[in-house]
């Protein structure tokens, strides 16, 4: 069945159909790295990973490509105010570099444990400036950008007739919007800075043909992506947000500077709210990863953001995620028990079997559809009863229980990334103190059983239910798991 995704150039859902047969070449818009993620950054690489991860199921090679942006993302998202990085920098009496390198390790730190794999290139701002000065030279030689006399470089909106495509804004909507006072040597309100000049004091400055400065915001992305990608490549995601004017800024940049088609597929996910109100720093309302990460399994996490279609608003709760963690226990589980029965003796046959085919077909399907993970979660958790319901009625044939734990290996794991023969705090292998405690508590248990102390043994199971801890007797003994 063919891949089909929403275009958010086009509106509407398309085939997808690359450039050159049988390679993806993706980019997704990466972290300013001024401060520790937040929730809303990893519903936006959790869910570009997961598309990156289908494309290399379906057989593609797939060049991946994430910046990190370290210098020009001024507050406010505009032309005027102060450098993100070198406000906190200020604030901290650091070095600019040293908030960048701080916050860009723990950007990475946090992707690895939500289980996002790294980019192929993870190029940063500071790291092309050359590249971003040849865009814009290119720019002002083909009319498409002019230098005023402060050093500033700016794009001239009316040179792109399609300025706007992307967002569906026109120029005078834009213009007649403009909040700040028109600046004497802008030409049109919608115009936006290419190179500003670095002022007295400001840290992060380079030589140019235009005096000391440093780039805008956008002509990063332009620069690095079609270094590495080329003036033409298949898929650029991000976040909604920056749809206007990011985004469409930097079609009107590289169309400009090359004369090409810019990225042939848009992708932009939606936004995590709280209450109803988009999550942002900005806003003051956001939660770290970090401090998530103390309430909550990161992998429970990347579950609860998968339970969401990566086009559609996420609410973001304690609760939802603690949902969102039985979900994925569940999994686990029977994928404990079909590895447990695999270590037993090989049966030829047993009871009936469960139609895979079938299910593959509809995870194929829900994959297909616009990266539909709801939809693929739905079915491992449809299949997950059957399964359970299979192993209670008596002996499966080994070679059927392989080919269950086989569909688990592909979609659960390598495709939606949620790692189910990870140990965890009620394996063996897990490094939390409390499994040791919980442990102690079997062992005192079984003890209590052996010597018919049943009443003791039950009161046991009845205070660890009532911490949310459910104990399972089976054939190779006790085990354990979080919710019910």
């Known amino acids: 069945m063919p891949l089909t995704l929403y275009n958010t150039l086009t509106r509407r859902l398309e085939l997808f159909e690359p450039l050159d047969p049988g390679f993806v070449r993706i980019y997704v818009c990466g972290p300013t790295v001024y401060g520790d993620s937040h929730i ?6 959790v869910s570009f990973d997961v598309i990156v991860r289908w494309f290399r199921h379906l057989g593609y090679r797939v060049k991946y490509v994430q910046n990190i942006t370290d210098v020009g ?11 993100k990085i070198q406000k906190k920098a200020r604030a901290e009496q650091v070095d600019p570099m040293a908030v960048a390198e701080a916050y860009t390790k723990s950007y990475f730190d946090d992707m690895d444990r939500l289980n996002v794999v790294r980019p192929d290139i993870s190029p940063r701002a500071t790291g092309h400036i050359p590249e971003q000065i040849a865009m814009i030279e290119r720019l002002v030689a083909t009319g498409h950008a002019y230098a005023t006399e402060s050093g500033t470089v700016y794009y001239d909106v009316s040179s ?10 026109t120029v005078d909507e834009l213009e007649a919007g403009t909040r700040v006072a028109v600046r004497s040597d802008k030409r049109n309100p919608a115009d936006f800075a290419l190179w500003k000049p670095a002022e007295s004091g400001h840290l992060m400055r380079w030589p140019s043909p235009w005096g000391e400065g440093y780039p805008g915001w956008h002509i990063e992305c332009s620069a690095m992506s079609t270094k590495y990608l080329g003036a033409t490549f298949d898929i650029h995601g991000g976040g909604l947000e920056n749809q206007f004017p990011h985004h469409e800024c930097e079609i009107a940049q590289s169309e400009g500077a090359t004369g090409a088609t810019f990225a042939r597929y848009w992708l932009h ?9 988009k999550m942002g720093k900005s806003l003051g309302n956001f939660v770290t990863l970090k401090d998530a990460f103390s309430r909550h399994e990161p992998l429970a996490i990347r579950y609860f953001i998968l339970t969401s279609h990566y086009r559609s608003p996420l609410d973001f709760s304690d609760a939802a995620i603690e949902a969102a963690g039985k979900g994925l226990e569940r999994l686990r589980t029977v994928y404990r028990s079909l590895s447990d029965r695999l270590t037993g003796p090989e049966v030829a046959s047993g009871v009936e079997e469960i139609d895979l085919p079938a299910y593959r077909w509809r995870l194929e399907a829900a994959m297909n559809d616009d990266f539909n993970t709801p939809q693929t979660i739905a079915a491992l958790q449809e299949l997950t009863r059957e399964v359970n319901a299979l192993l209670a009625r008596g002996y499966v044939a080994t070679a059927h229980l392989r080919a269950i734990r086989e569909l688990y290996d592909t979609y659960a794991d390598d495709v939606l990334g949620l790692s189910l023969a990870q140990p965890t705090a009620g394996d063996s292998g897990g490094d939390d103190r409390s499994a040791d405690l919980i442990g102690l508590l079997i062992d005192l248990r079984a003890e209590l059983r052996r010597s018919k102390q049943f009443a003791a043994a039950d009161l046991i199971r009845s205070r660890l239910s009532t911490l949310d ?12 798991q979080r919710g019910s």
């Open 40 to 45: 809303g950054h990893a519903k936006s690489y």
């Open 73 to 83: 993302h001024l507050v406010g998202d505009g032309d005027e105010g102060e450098d």
């Open 160 to 169: 792109f007739p399609d300025y706007g495509k992307l967002s569906g804004r």
């Open 269 to 277: 996910n939606n936004m995590v709210t709280v209450d109803g109100v």
């Open 469 to 480: 801890i459910t104990l399972e007797d089976t054939a190779e003994g006790t085990r354990w």
